[in-house]
């Protein structure tokens, strides 16, 4: 099974950039169609952006579609989300999730990694 690590959060302010990367391990990586998640202070996880094991297709959650990117590399196992224009509503823990090509279920989480956008 897949191992997940992620990286890159911090403190910024409104309309800064910010990346997250996600490192696998454990597995073939190109097996596993990823996915960002993240979940703020009282609110349950959300869906944030998921990308297909070759990377041709992706797709986002409303909230974030235009603003930020997902992308991976599977030659280096990682994959990565692109924060631009970020405003304090992005304020959560993002988890990097990973499930089979042919499921439907995300059964591999990442320990998640804080940002906070201050206004």
């Known amino acids: 099974q897949v191992q997940l690590v992620e990286s890159g959060g911090g403190l910024v302010q409104t309309g800064d950039s910010l990346r997250l990367s996600c490192a696998a391990s454990?597995?073939?990586?190109?097996?596993?169609?990823m996915g960002w998640f993240r979940q703020a202070p009282g609110k349950e996880r959300e869906f944030v952006a998921g990308?297909?094991?070759?990377?041709?297709?992706?797709n986002y959650a409303d909230s974030v579609k235009g603003r930020f990117t997902i992308s991976r590399d599977n030659a280096k196992n990682t994959v990565s989300l692109q924060m631009n224009s970020v405003k304090p509503d992005d304020t959560a823990v993002y988890y990097c999730?990973?499930?089979?090509?042919?499921?439907?279920?995300?059964?591999?989480w990442g320990q998640g990694t804080q940002v906070t956008v201050s206004s």
């Open positions: 990308i297909s094991w070759s990377g041709e297709y992706t």
């Open positions: 999730a990973a499930r089979e090509r042919f499921s439907d279920k995300y059964a591999y």
């Open positions: 454990g597995d073939t990586f190109s097996r596993y169609n």
